[in-house]
């Protein structure tokens, strides 16, 4: 999945999960000019550098996407139009807002 995402990929830096934690994957990202900013893997024998700053901003995100998916209807998706759902999520954004 990473070298159908890195095709698409722009900016400066390219910010994912553990699970992206690969030598080829890094070294494509290197190729595209762009910082990899990934947490090593457990596994891995030594700890590369992190850029901690874009790294916490990857925190917030999947903070904000797990705290949509409380939201049994954003979660399951039982709406059956794309339009429907989006609809749902902005609600869903939007009573987390108002919290």
Do not use: N
């Not at 990934?38 to 550098?49: N, V």
Request: with cysteine; glycine share 4%.
């Amino acid at each position: 999945m990473a070298q159908e995402l890195l095709v698409h990929a722009e900016g400066d830096a390219f910010i994912a999960d553990t699970a992206y934690d690969a030598d080829h994957i890094r070294s494509d990202v290197r190729k595209l000019e762009m910082k990899p900013v990934i947490h090593s893997h457990p596994g891995r024998k030594r700890r590369l550098p992190l850029g901690r700053p874009l790294y916490q901003l990857r925190y917030r995100l999947e903070c904000c996407f797990h705290d949509l998916k409380r939201f049994r209807a954003v979660a399951t998706r039982y709406d059956k139009t794309a339009t429907c759902y989006l609809a749902v999520q902005h609600v869903a954004a939007m009573l987390l807002w108002l919290h």
